[in-house]
T-cell receptor
Framework: GNSVTQMEGPVTLSEEAFLTINCTYT??????LFWYVQYPGEGLQLLLK?????DKGSNKGFEATYRKETTSFHLEKGSVQVSDSAVYFC????????????FGSGTRLLVRP | GAVVSQHPSRVICKSGTSVKIECRSL??????MFWYRQFPKQSLMLMAT?????????EQGVEKDKFLINHASLTLSTLTVTSAHPEDSSFYIC?????????????FGQGTRLTVV
Protein backbone atom coordinates (compact mmCIF):
# COMPACT_ATOMS: atom_id res chain seq x y z
CA GLY A 1 0.00 0.00 0.00
CA ASN A 2 0.89 3.65 -0.11
CA SER A 3 3.14 5.03 2.59
CA VAL A 4 5.24 8.06 3.46
CA THR A 5 8.44 8.12 5.46
CA GLN A 6 9.85 11.31 6.94
CA MET A 7 12.98 12.00 8.88
CA GLU A 8 12.45 12.02 12.60
CA GLY A 9 12.71 15.22 14.53
CA PRO A 10 13.05 17.37 16.26
CA VAL A 11 15.22 19.45 13.99
CA THR A 12 16.76 22.40 15.78
CA LEU A 13 18.34 25.17 13.74
CA SER A 14 19.57 28.68 14.25
CA GLU A 15 17.84 31.50 12.44
CA GLU A 16 18.99 31.89 8.81
CA ALA A 17 20.27 28.30 8.64
CA PHE A 18 19.49 26.02 5.70
CA LEU A 19 16.70 23.52 6.19
CA THR A 20 16.19 20.09 4.67
CA ILE A 21 13.51 17.68 5.79
CA ASN A 22 13.65 14.37 3.98
CA CYS A 23 10.56 12.61 2.70
CA THR A 24 10.31 9.43 0.66
CA TYR A 25 7.23 7.62 -0.46
CA THR A 26 5.94 4.28 -1.69
CA UNK A 27 3.06 4.28 -4.11
CA UNK A 28 1.88 2.85 -7.37
CA UNK A 29 1.65 5.15 -10.33
CA UNK A 30 2.10 8.87 -9.94
CA UNK A 31 0.64 10.15 -6.69
CA UNK A 32 0.32 13.82 -5.85
CA LEU A 33 2.70 14.95 -3.11
CA PHE A 34 2.20 17.59 -0.46
CA TRP A 35 3.86 19.34 2.44
CA TYR A 36 1.61 20.56 5.24
CA VAL A 37 2.57 22.69 8.22
CA GLN A 38 0.95 22.58 11.64
CA TYR A 39 1.46 25.36 14.15
CA PRO A 40 0.88 24.61 17.85
CA GLY A 41 -2.75 23.89 18.66
CA GLU A 42 -3.91 24.35 15.10
CA GLY A 43 -4.99 22.28 12.15
CA LEU A 44 -2.93 21.75 9.02
CA GLN A 45 -2.16 24.27 6.34
CA LEU A 46 -1.05 23.32 2.87
CA LEU A 47 2.47 24.60 2.34
CA LEU A 48 3.18 23.36 -1.18
CA LYS A 49 2.40 20.55 -3.57
CA UNK A 50 3.50 18.82 -6.75
CA UNK A 51 1.35 16.65 -8.92
CA UNK A 52 3.78 15.11 -11.40
CA UNK A 53 7.38 14.03 -11.71
CA UNK A 54 9.96 16.83 -11.79
CA ASP A 55 7.43 19.42 -10.64
CA LYS A 56 8.73 21.83 -8.04
CA GLY A 57 6.33 23.15 -5.43
CA SER A 58 7.25 26.39 -3.71
CA ASN A 59 5.74 28.77 -1.18
CA LYS A 60 7.04 31.23 1.43
CA GLY A 61 10.64 30.37 0.58
CA PHE A 62 10.09 26.62 0.94
CA GLU A 63 10.65 24.31 -2.02
CA ALA A 64 10.29 20.62 -2.79
CA THR A 65 10.85 18.74 -6.04
CA TYR A 66 8.95 15.60 -7.01
CA ARG A 67 11.66 13.03 -7.79
CA LYS A 68 10.18 9.90 -9.29
CA GLU A 69 13.53 8.16 -9.69
CA THR A 70 14.28 8.40 -5.97
CA THR A 71 10.62 8.48 -4.83
CA SER A 72 11.41 11.56 -2.79
CA PHE A 73 9.93 14.98 -2.05
CA HIS A 74 12.41 16.65 0.28
CA LEU A 75 11.49 20.02 1.77
CA GLU A 76 14.10 22.78 1.70
CA LYS A 77 14.40 26.39 2.72
CA GLY A 78 17.49 28.51 2.30
CA SER A 79 17.13 30.65 5.41
CA VAL A 80 14.75 29.70 8.20
CA GLN A 81 13.09 32.13 10.58
CA VAL A 82 11.87 31.70 14.14
CA SER A 83 8.32 31.90 12.80
CA ASP A 84 8.95 28.72 10.78
CA SER A 85 8.96 26.69 14.00
CA ALA A 86 6.18 24.15 13.55
CA VAL A 87 5.55 20.53 12.65
CA TYR A 88 5.88 19.65 8.98
CA PHE A 89 4.04 16.72 7.40
CA CYS A 90 4.78 15.13 4.07
CA UNK A 91 1.74 13.51 2.46
CA UNK A 92 0.65 11.79 -0.68
CA UNK A 93 -2.66 11.39 -2.43
CA UNK A 94 -2.89 8.17 -4.35
CA UNK A 95 -4.13 7.63 -7.86
CA UNK A 96 -7.34 5.89 -6.86
CA UNK A 97 -10.59 7.79 -6.53
CA UNK A 98 -10.68 7.90 -2.74
CA UNK A 99 -8.72 11.19 -2.44
CA UNK A 100 -7.31 9.97 0.84
CA UNK A 101 -4.20 11.67 2.12
CA UNK A 102 -1.50 9.44 3.60
CA PHE A 103 0.70 11.35 6.02
CA GLY A 104 4.22 10.87 7.21
CA SER A 105 4.94 10.94 10.91
CA GLY A 106 5.72 14.64 10.98
CA THR A 107 8.95 16.48 11.71
CA ARG A 108 9.10 19.12 14.40
CA LEU A 109 11.25 22.12 13.50
CA LEU A 110 12.51 24.48 16.16
CA VAL A 111 14.30 27.60 15.03
CA ARG A 112 16.25 29.49 17.66
CA PRO A 113 16.99 33.24 17.41
CA GLY B 1 -7.88 29.76 0.33
CA ALA B 2 -11.13 28.16 1.35
CA VAL B 3 -12.15 28.06 5.01
CA VAL B 4 -13.10 25.04 7.04
CA SER B 5 -14.35 25.77 10.52
CA GLN B 6 -14.31 23.18 13.27
CA HIS B 7 -16.20 23.59 16.52
CA PRO B 8 -15.53 23.41 19.38
CA SER B 9 -11.79 23.94 19.46
CA ARG B 10 -11.56 22.41 22.92
CA VAL B 11 -13.96 20.28 24.91
CA ILE B 12 -13.77 18.50 28.22
CA CYS B 13 -16.37 15.88 28.99
CA LYS B 14 -17.04 13.28 31.60
CA SER B 15 -16.52 9.59 30.99
CA GLY B 16 -19.64 7.96 29.58
CA THR B 17 -21.04 11.05 27.93
CA SER B 18 -21.16 11.81 24.21
CA VAL B 19 -19.52 14.70 22.43
CA LYS B 20 -20.34 16.16 19.03
CA ILE B 21 -17.76 17.93 16.88
CA GLU B 22 -18.84 19.99 13.89
CA CYS B 23 -16.94 20.62 10.70
CA ARG B 24 -18.22 23.28 8.32
CA SER B 25 -17.02 24.42 4.95
CA LEU B 26 -17.76 28.14 5.01
CA UNK B 27 -17.28 29.20 1.42
CA UNK B 28 -17.53 26.08 -0.70
CA UNK B 29 -19.56 22.93 -1.00
CA UNK B 30 -17.72 19.96 0.41
CA UNK B 31 -18.61 16.77 -1.39
CA UNK B 32 -16.20 14.79 0.71
CA MET B 33 -15.05 15.26 4.28
CA PHE B 34 -12.42 13.35 6.16
CA TRP B 35 -11.97 12.86 9.89
CA TYR B 36 -8.54 12.33 11.41
CA ARG B 37 -7.25 11.61 14.85
CA GLN B 38 -3.88 12.82 16.01
CA PHE B 39 -2.12 11.48 19.07
CA PRO B 40 0.47 13.65 20.83
CA LYS B 41 3.57 14.13 18.72
CA GLN B 42 2.31 11.69 16.13
CA SER B 43 0.92 11.81 12.65
CA LEU B 44 -2.68 12.03 11.56
CA MET B 45 -4.60 8.79 11.40
CA LEU B 46 -7.51 8.76 8.99
CA MET B 47 -10.63 7.58 10.76
CA ALA B 48 -13.28 7.81 8.08
CA THR B 49 -14.33 9.36 4.81
CA UNK B 50 -17.80 10.78 4.41
CA UNK B 51 -19.59 11.77 1.25
CA UNK B 52 -22.63 14.00 1.45
CA UNK B 53 -25.80 11.96 1.75
CA UNK B 54 -24.00 8.63 2.11
CA UNK B 55 -22.84 6.51 4.98
CA UNK B 56 -19.29 7.12 6.06
CA UNK B 57 -16.54 4.70 5.11
CA UNK B 58 -14.47 3.81 8.15
CA GLU B 59 -10.83 2.80 8.15
CA GLN B 60 -9.87 -0.56 9.51
CA GLY B 61 -9.84 -0.65 13.28
CA VAL B 62 -12.11 2.37 13.77
CA GLU B 63 -15.33 1.54 15.59
CA LYS B 64 -18.21 3.00 13.62
CA ASP B 65 -20.62 2.68 16.55
CA LYS B 66 -18.19 4.59 18.72
CA PHE B 67 -17.43 7.37 16.27
CA LEU B 68 -20.64 8.36 14.54
CA ILE B 69 -20.18 10.47 11.44
CA ASN B 70 -22.95 12.34 9.70
CA HIS B 71 -22.59 14.34 6.50
CA ALA B 72 -26.12 15.55 5.98
CA SER B 73 -25.36 18.62 3.89
CA LEU B 74 -22.68 19.88 1.54
CA THR B 75 -21.35 22.24 4.18
CA LEU B 76 -21.56 20.27 7.41
CA SER B 77 -20.22 17.03 8.78
CA THR B 78 -20.35 15.96 12.40
CA LEU B 79 -18.36 13.47 14.43
CA THR B 80 -19.97 12.20 17.60
CA VAL B 81 -17.82 10.35 20.09
CA THR B 82 -20.29 8.17 21.96
CA SER B 83 -19.82 6.97 25.53
CA ALA B 84 -16.46 8.67 25.66
CA HIS B 85 -13.64 7.24 27.73
CA PRO B 86 -10.26 8.71 28.69
CA GLU B 87 -8.55 6.76 25.90
CA ASP B 88 -10.65 8.73 23.41
CA SER B 89 -8.86 11.89 24.48
CA SER B 90 -7.10 13.17 21.40
CA PHE B 91 -6.90 15.91 18.80
CA TYR B 92 -9.51 15.43 16.09
CA ILE B 93 -9.14 17.19 12.75
CA CYS B 94 -11.49 17.33 9.81
CA UNK B 95 -10.76 18.20 6.22
CA UNK B 96 -13.07 18.98 3.35
CA UNK B 97 -12.73 19.00 -0.38
CA UNK B 98 -15.01 20.29 -3.08
CA UNK B 99 -16.45 18.09 -5.74
CA UNK B 100 -16.11 18.43 -9.45
CA UNK B 101 -13.82 16.89 -12.00
CA UNK B 102 -10.15 16.47 -11.39
CA UNK B 103 -8.37 16.69 -8.09
CA UNK B 104 -9.14 19.55 -5.77
CA UNK B 105 -7.33 20.63 -2.64
CA UNK B 106 -8.38 19.43 0.80
CA UNK B 107 -8.76 22.16 3.41
CA PHE B 108 -8.35 21.44 7.09
CA GLY B 109 -10.19 22.62 10.13
CA GLN B 110 -8.28 23.98 13.08
CA GLY B 111 -8.86 20.82 15.10
CA THR B 112 -10.71 19.92 18.29
CA ARG B 113 -8.88 18.86 21.43
CA LEU B 114 -11.05 16.41 23.32
CA THR B 115 -10.26 15.59 26.92
CA VAL B 116 -12.32 12.92 28.65
CA VAL B 117 -12.09 12.95 32.44
Amino acid sequence: GNSVTQMEGPVTLSEEAFLTINCTYTATGYPSLFWYVQYPGEGLQLLLKATKADDKGSNKGFEATYRKETTSFHLEKGSVQVSDSAVYFCALEGTDSSYKLIFGSGTRLLVRP
Amino acid sequence: GAVVSQHPSRVICKSGTSVKIECRSLDFQATTMFWYRQFPKQSLMLMATSNEGSKATYEQGVEKDKFLINHASLTLSTLTVTSAHPEDSSFYICSARAGGTGRTEAFFGQGTRLTVV
